[in-house]
């Protein structure tokens, strides 16, 4: 069975999800404090954590480092915090998502259902894709329609990206499902120095999902999470 770890120092809540989670036969285990969460997380490996931020002792940010320290665990943050600021750094620490209290419980188990589905290593050099009608191959670095149609070998990809929005899509592919902060995102692709242009991200996303997404205005695949990042839904 699956194995949840959960943590929160308020009694009512740790006992409504426990309850929660096991009558959807879920196995689960708990802990009310930080040293705690990561005291069990090493002792008895889960498969995911829902893991509260305002905790005594360590906070659940740290919590989040120290478990990014030595595992890949999806951690799900479900916290009273509903700043941008708190989003940004636990997603920065490490976190796969954040759902804010109060919340919906039929959320908060699709969101676990969603991380439990994603592959072990997500940090692939390579791999493949399909947004919209084609297919997006990291290896070659080539965009090709997904109908039979496929060009002759020899003819140029029906679509060109750019060295830049190859480096954006191929680290969003390589996280699929999770929010990728803007931050990370300046980081990797600009370097240390362009953290607040987000003005970059908002040009180059747009220009990805006209030539990729089917309905650029509604993207399926290439989604904004305001204020935080972006997430590739595959």
Known sequence: MTRVLIVD????????LQINLQA???????AADGAGAVEEAARTPPDAI?????????????????LRAWSTVPVIVLSGRSGAADKVAALDAGADDYVTKPFSMNELLARLRAVLR?????????????????????????????RGDVPATGE???VRLTPTEWRILTLLIHHPGRLVTGRHLLLDVWGPGHERKTNYLRVYLAGLRRKLERDPAHPRHLITEPGMGYRFEP
């Open 118 to 146: 994603r592959p072990a290593t997500e940090e692939a050099s390579g791999g493949s894709a399909v947004i919209g009608d084609f297919i997006v191959d990291l290896d070659s670095c080539t965009v090709r329609p997904t």
């Open 9 to 16: 120092d308020e009694p009512q809540m740790l006992r409504a």
């Open 156 to 158: 140029e990809p029906t």
């Open 24 to 30: 959807r036969e879920y196995t689960v285990a708990t």
């Open 50 to 66: 829902i893991l509260d931020l305002g905790l005594p002792g360590l906070d659940g940010t740290d919590v989040i480092r120290a």
